[in-house]
């Protein structure tokens, strides 16, 4: 079985990694940033930069032939764990209108910086494609 580089036209250019890799069924989702199409943080804050990055996320994983559904491990990383338990409900709107109500496994780590000076916030994941 050959791994399979996904790397969505809709996302800007990576260097240096990949945005995903699909190994059979299973889906590694690199962490993404609140990087847009043109590689730049989009600013508003941790509710922003929430929904891009999770938008970043799922749009890997389609790219992949998965769905939000198929998510089965999401790590997030902060650079300010209060600012988002501050913004937990609007999050958790915006993570319910994009993906749903049922969770995966999820972890949420508390971190000094991001590769971007500018990020709050990154989102790594894995997902297990089901048959449909």
């Known amino acids: 079985m050959q791994n399979q580089i996904i790397n969505p036209e809709t996302l800007g250019k990576p260097s240096g990694f990949a945005h995903g890799v699909k190994s059979g069924d299973t ?3 690199g962490g993404q ?4 199409k043109n590689m730049e943080i ?3 804050g941790i509710v922003e930069q929430f929904r891009q990055a999770f ?4 749009e890997t994983l389609r790219e992949a032939g998965g769905q939000p559904e198929d998510l089965v491990s ?9 600012d988002y338990l501050a913004n ?11 993906a749903g109500s049922d969770y995966p496994a999820l972890a949420g780590i508390g971190v000094s910086r991001l590769w971007q000076r500018e990020a709050l916030i990154e989102i790594q ?3 297990v494609i089901q048959a449909r």
Do not use: C
């Not at 940033?33 to 847009?36: I, P, R, S, Y």
């Not at 997030?76 to 764990?81: A, E, G, H, K, P």
């Not at 937990?88 to 994009?98: A, D, F, L, Q, T």
């Open 74 to 82: 999401v790590t997030i990383y902060l650079t300010d764990v209060d």
């Open 42 to 44: 989009v600013p508003g």
């Open 55 to 58: 938008s970043n996320v799922l």
């Open 88 to 98: 937990g409900r609007e999050i958790g709107k915006i993570w319910r209108s994009m």
């Open 125 to 127: 994941g894995t997902a």
């Open 33 to 36: 940033t609140a990087l847009d």
């Open 27 to 29: 889906v590694y989702l």
